[in-house]
């Protein structure tokens, strides 16, 4: 198991900045592709970023695309979203995920472990 615990959510007016932490307790960590998704009420979990082992590799949803930035400090077994000139329809519960295969994927299925989300309400 990897526990993986959110942290950093919070109310926010639309145009402000939130950035958002991932802490796994494991070391295994380090070699896992992470990624970060949200939800929002009524609606499908969305893909937001997602990062490779090293972070030479990442990718962002097209809706976040230029605002959002991931990261990740493999000392501190940490991976960060960066969520810049932030807009009422980012609202969501943001969860992080890890990949044991380092896939960087797009899709839910793709990832092994699951954070318990943390929620981000931006109001205008």
């Known amino acids: 198991q990897v526990p993986l615990v959110e942290s950093g959510g919070g109310l926010v007016l639309a145009g402000d900045s939130l950035r958002l932490s991932c802490a796994a307790s494991?070391?295994?960590?380090?070699?896992?592709?992470m990624g970060w998704f949200r939800q929002a009420p009524g609606k499908e979990r969305e893909f937001v970023a997602a990062?490779?082992?090293?972070?030479?590799?990442?990718f962002y949803g097209n809706s976040v695309k230029g605002r959002f930035g991931i990261s990740r400090d493999n000392a501190k077994n940490t991976v960060y979203l960066q969520m810049n000139s932030l807009k009422p329809e980012d609202t969501a519960v943001y969860y992080c995920?890890?990949?044991?295969?380092?896939?960087?994927?797009?899709?839910?299925?793709?990832?092994?472990?699951w954070g318990q989300g943390t929620q981000v309400t931006v109001s205008s």
């Open positions: 494991d070391h295994a960590f380090r070699s896992y592709s």
């Open positions: 990062i490779n082992w090293s972070g030479g590799n990442i």
């Open positions: 995920a890890a990949d044991s295969a380092g896939r960087v994927g797009l899709r839910e299925y793709e990832y092994d472990y």
